[in-house]
Structures are given as structure tokens and as C-alpha cells.
């Protein structure tokens, strides 16, 4: 069983930045690939970004390239998310995953374990 536990989110102006951080309980992190989405009212869940095991293999939606990275520290459990130049369009709440396949996953369904999600909202 594992746990992901996401905070960082918050109240920021257009062109802020915040960095999300999500932590990962129990052992093997550096096992799995590990993934952002997000979900703002009335909308599907939209995937963010992916890293792989080793932080080698990184993929972006294609809203936030250029502005949001990935990261992660295995030594910590923990998976980052730096997001610059922030829109009122990336307000939503945002979901750590960990991607069950050896490739690293764009989809929801590639994803078991997720966080309760930390809500990021941009004012204009």
C-alpha cells in the first residue's frame, strides 16, 4: 500500500510561481514513474507531466511546457512540481500519481495510487 500525500497549493496572482511537493510513504519509490494531473470544475482530469523511475524520461501536457517542470529526490520519496508563469487557466486542483507500467504514462489509467490532491488557484 502507499500513500501520496501532496501540499505546496495556494492563492497566487497571474505570473507567480509555486513549487507542490508529494511525498510518497512506504518503500520502492524510486521504483515506479510518478505523475502530475490537475481537474478544474466541470473538467476531466487533464495530465500535467511524468518523470521516470531515475528522473531520466520526462513528458508535458502541452498547456504547461515551458513553464512547469518535474522533478524528484528518491532519497526523500518526494516528487516536485515547479510551476512558473502561472495563468488563471491552470487553476484546479492537483493530483500526484504513481504509473503502474514500466513506460511512463501519460493516461489516468496507468496511474493506482493517487494523492488527495492540493488546490492551486491563479487570480487574474
Known amino acids: 500500500q502507499v500513500a501520496l500525500a501532496e501540499s505546496g497549493g495556494g492563492l497566487v496572482q497571474a505570473g507567480d510561481s509555486l513549487r507542490l511537493s508529494c511525498v510518497a510513504s512506504g518503500r520502492s519509490f524510486s521504483s515506479y514513474n510518478m505523475g502530475w494531473f490537475r481537474q478544474a470544475p466541470g473538467k476531466e482530469r487533464e495530465f500535467v507531466t511524468s518523470?521516470?523511475?531515475?528522473?531520466?524520461?520526462?513528458y508535458y501536457g502541452d498547456s504547461v511546457k515551458g513553464r512547469f517542470t518535474i522533478s524528484r529526490d528518491n532519497a526523500k520519496n518526494t516528487v516536485y512540481l515547479q510551476m512558473n508563469s502561472l495563468k488563471p487557466e491552470d487553476t484546479a486542483v492537483y493530483y500526484c500519481?504513481?504509473?503502474?507500467?514500466?513506460?511512463?504514462?501519460?493516461?489516468?489509467?496507468?496511474?493506482?495510487?493517487w494523492g488527495q490532491g492540493t488546490q492551486v488557484t491563479v487570480s487574474s
Open positions: 518523470i521516470s523511475r531515475l528522473g531520466r524520461t520526462i
Open positions: 500519481a504513481r504509473n503502474i507500467n514500466l513506460r511512463v504514462g501519460t493516461a489516468t489509467s496507468e496511474y493506482d495510487f
